[in-house]
């Protein structure tokens, strides 16, 4: 019964931003850590972003350090990861994906649970 919705993604041009959002049901989503992964054309599914079970800590691929923010609102059961200044380069299926350790691991095969995806695709 677990579920993780996201949703958000589009069509944007370089420079541009999105909001994506992740709604969990069916798990206490306050005891999980949450993340955000990419997976490109080709290429393997690559850590973006992480944040602890309260908000209080979040990490992220140095890539997107400066330009992506992860929060989350318990209230809600839902995680978000606002893009700014995307570029062509972060075109890929983004995924949000629950960790039931809340220590901003990065690795994927630790995440237990996973989100359909939704496509982001940034134009040059």
């Known amino acids: 019964q677990v579920q993780l919705v996201e949703s958000g993604g589009g069509l944007v041009q370089a420079g541009g931003s999105l909001r994506l959002s992740c709604a969990a049901s069916?798990?206490?989503?306050?005891?999980?850590?949450m993340g955000w992964f990419r997976e490109a054309p080709g290429r393997e599914r690559e850590f973006v972003a992480a944040?602890?079970?309260?908000?209080?800590?979040?990490t992220y691929t140095a890539s997107v350090k400066e330009r992506f923010a992860i929060s989350r609102d318990n209230a809600k059961n839902t995680v978000y990861l606002q893009m700014n200044s995307l570029k062509p380069e972060d075109t890929a299926v983004y995924y949000c994906?629950?960790?039931?350790?809340?220590?901003?691991?990065?690795?994927?095969?630790?995440?237990?649970?996973w989100g359909q995806g939704t496509q982001v695709t940034v134009s040059s």
């Open positions: 069916g798990l206490t989503f306050s005891s999980y850590g």
């Open positions: 994906a629950a960790d039931p350790r809340s220590s901003l691991r990065t690795a994927s095969s630790v995440y237990d649970y």
């Open positions: 944040i602890s079970r309260f908000g209080a800590m979040t």
